[in-house]
Protein backbone atom coordinates (compact mmCIF):
# COMPACT_ATOMS: atom_id res chain seq x y z
CA UNK A 1 0.00 0.00 0.00
CA UNK A 2 1.50 3.83 -0.96
CA UNK A 3 2.29 5.67 1.91
CA UNK A 4 0.72 9.21 2.11
CA UNK A 5 2.53 11.76 1.07
CA UNK A 6 5.48 12.74 3.21
CA UNK A 7 5.37 16.22 4.90
CA UNK A 8 8.56 18.11 4.74
CA UNK A 9 10.45 18.61 7.81
CA UNK A 10 9.19 21.74 9.92
CA UNK A 11 12.01 24.61 10.13
CA UNK A 12 12.98 26.86 13.51
CA UNK A 13 12.01 29.86 11.67
CA UNK A 14 8.64 28.63 11.03
CA UNK A 15 7.82 27.43 14.70
CA UNK A 16 9.51 30.58 16.18
CA UNK A 17 7.32 32.21 13.69
CA UNK A 18 4.30 30.46 15.00
CA UNK A 19 4.60 31.17 18.45
CA UNK A 20 5.78 35.09 17.75
CA UNK A 21 2.20 35.37 16.10
CA UNK A 22 0.56 33.88 19.41
CA UNK A 23 2.31 36.20 21.60
CA UNK A 24 1.28 38.96 19.06
CA UNK A 25 -2.17 38.20 19.41
CA UNK A 26 -2.84 36.81 23.01
CA UNK A 27 0.23 38.87 24.50
CA UNK A 28 -1.06 38.03 28.16
CA UNK A 29 -0.92 34.48 27.94
CA UNK A 30 2.93 34.43 29.09
CA UNK A 31 4.84 31.19 27.39
CA UNK A 32 7.92 30.40 28.70
CA UNK A 33 10.83 28.10 26.72
CA UNK A 34 9.97 24.34 26.50
CA UNK A 35 12.19 23.19 23.45
CA UNK A 36 12.15 25.04 19.34
CA UNK A 37 8.77 22.90 19.40
CA UNK A 38 7.25 23.94 22.25
CA UNK A 39 6.48 26.56 24.80
CA UNK A 40 5.60 26.26 28.46
CA UNK A 41 2.47 27.64 30.63
CA UNK A 42 2.69 27.40 34.59
CA UNK A 43 -0.68 26.55 36.00
CA UNK A 44 -1.74 28.46 38.92
CA UNK A 45 -1.81 26.99 42.45
CA UNK A 46 -0.11 24.02 41.00
CA UNK A 47 3.21 22.28 39.54
CA UNK A 48 1.51 21.73 36.71
CA UNK A 49 2.71 23.09 33.29
CA UNK A 50 0.74 23.19 29.85
CA UNK A 51 3.17 22.44 27.36
CA UNK A 52 2.02 24.08 23.62
CA UNK A 53 3.54 22.76 20.87
CA UNK A 54 3.59 22.57 16.93
CA UNK A 55 4.71 19.95 14.53
CA UNK A 56 4.67 19.50 10.63
CA UNK A 57 1.06 18.98 10.83
CA UNK A 58 -0.38 20.32 13.90
CA UNK A 59 -0.81 22.16 17.07
CA UNK A 60 -1.68 21.00 20.81
CA UNK A 61 -1.40 20.75 24.07
CA UNK A 62 -0.71 18.47 27.37
CA UNK A 63 -0.29 18.73 30.89
CA UNK A 64 3.05 17.96 32.72
CA UNK A 65 5.12 18.40 35.36
CA UNK A 66 8.02 21.23 36.04
CA UNK A 67 11.54 20.79 33.98
CA UNK A 68 13.36 17.23 35.21
CA UNK A 69 9.81 15.65 36.38
CA UNK A 70 8.75 12.82 33.65
CA UNK A 71 5.50 13.06 32.73
CA UNK A 72 3.93 9.35 33.65
CA UNK A 73 5.32 10.69 36.89
CA UNK A 74 2.94 13.73 36.99
CA UNK A 75 0.23 11.94 35.20
CA UNK A 76 0.54 9.47 38.27
CA UNK A 77 -0.67 12.49 40.46
CA UNK A 78 -3.40 13.73 38.41
CA UNK A 79 -7.63 13.33 39.00
CA UNK A 80 -7.84 11.50 36.04
CA UNK A 81 -11.40 11.21 35.80
CA UNK A 82 -12.36 14.55 36.69
CA UNK A 83 -10.05 16.39 34.70
CA UNK A 84 -11.18 13.71 31.36
CA UNK A 85 -15.10 15.28 32.20
CA UNK A 86 -13.32 18.74 32.61
CA UNK A 87 -11.23 18.29 29.06
CA UNK A 88 -13.33 16.76 27.42
CA UNK A 89 -10.44 14.28 26.36
CA UNK A 90 -9.16 11.15 28.06
CA UNK A 91 -5.98 10.65 29.87
CA UNK A 92 -4.92 8.58 27.15
CA UNK A 93 -0.95 8.25 27.03
CA UNK A 94 1.28 9.02 30.34
CA UNK A 95 4.09 10.42 28.22
CA UNK A 96 1.82 13.02 26.60
CA UNK A 97 -1.51 13.72 29.34
CA UNK A 98 -4.90 15.18 27.74
CA UNK A 99 -3.33 15.71 24.61
CA UNK A 100 -5.19 17.03 22.75
CA UNK A 101 -4.40 18.19 19.18
CA UNK A 102 -5.80 20.55 15.98
CA UNK A 103 -5.02 19.29 12.32
CA UNK A 104 -3.17 22.20 10.25
CA UNK A 105 -1.02 23.11 7.62
CA UNK A 106 1.94 25.31 9.14
CA UNK A 107 3.10 26.00 6.07
CA UNK A 108 -0.20 27.38 4.84
CA UNK A 109 0.33 30.64 6.41
CA UNK A 110 -3.42 31.44 6.05
CA UNK A 111 -4.51 28.88 8.14
CA UNK A 112 -2.05 29.53 10.53
CA UNK A 113 -4.78 32.18 12.61
CA UNK A 114 -7.64 29.59 13.16
CA UNK A 115 -4.56 27.24 14.96
CA UNK A 116 -3.60 30.10 17.13
CA UNK A 117 -6.94 31.04 18.04
CA UNK A 118 -7.54 27.28 18.99
CA UNK A 119 -4.60 27.03 20.60
CA UNK A 120 -5.08 29.92 22.82
CA UNK A 121 -8.92 28.38 23.68
CA UNK A 122 -7.96 25.58 24.16
CA UNK A 123 -5.19 26.38 26.61
CA UNK A 124 -7.40 29.03 28.57
CA UNK A 125 -9.62 25.96 28.92
CA UNK A 126 -6.97 23.74 30.40
CA UNK A 127 -5.28 26.45 32.48
CA UNK A 128 -8.93 27.20 34.62
CA UNK A 129 -9.94 23.14 34.62
CA UNK A 130 -6.26 22.48 35.96
CA UNK A 131 -6.50 25.25 38.47
CA UNK A 132 -9.61 24.62 39.87
CA UNK A 133 -9.62 20.53 39.93
CA UNK A 134 -5.39 20.53 41.29
CA UNK A 135 -5.30 23.71 42.20
CA UNK A 136 -8.04 24.31 44.38
CA UNK A 137 -8.49 27.48 42.57
CA UNK A 138 -11.91 28.51 41.53
Not at 48 to 63: E, K, M, Q
Not at 69 to 74: E, G, H, K, L, S
Amino acid sequence: MPAGPVRPRQSHSLRKDYFAAFNTRFPAVKLGWGNTFSRWRDVPGTELVLAYYITNHSVGVFVRGQRGVPCRDTAATLPSYSLEIALGVPMGNADFPFVSAYRFDPEARASCQRAIDWLHAKGERYVAALAELVGGLA
